[in-house]
């Protein structure tokens, strides 16, 4: 998916969903960093995809909590 069109969606997303997938992608990055160093994959480019997706949803609450706020 471009990274466009994951911006796009993302902001289509309520703030619940927006947690959620913020757990989801927690959960994920936790098993693949452990993967990781047992060595069982080479998923240094998931990982980083998903940390960035991460920081997205979270910047996007950020941003929703201080319109709220003023």
């Known amino acids: 998916m ?3 069109e994951e911006v796009d969606k993302l902001r289509e ?3 619940e969903e927006m947690r959620e997938e913020t ?8 098993r693949l960093n452990f993967k990781l ?5 080479d998923a240094v480019k998931t990982i980083r995809r ?3 997706t ?5 910047t996007m609450l950020n941003e929703r ?3 709220q706020s003023t």
Not at 23 to 30: M, V
Not at 37 to 41: D, H
């Open 50 to 52: 998903e940390k960035k």
């Open 2 to 4: 471009k990274k466009r």
């Open 37 to 41: 160093a047992l060595g069982e994959t």
């Open 13 to 15: 997303m309520s703030d």
């Open 65 to 67: 909590r201080r319109e």
């Open 54 to 58: 991460l920081a997205r949803i979270q």
């Open 23 to 30: 757990g989801r992608l927690k959960e994920s990055l936790f």
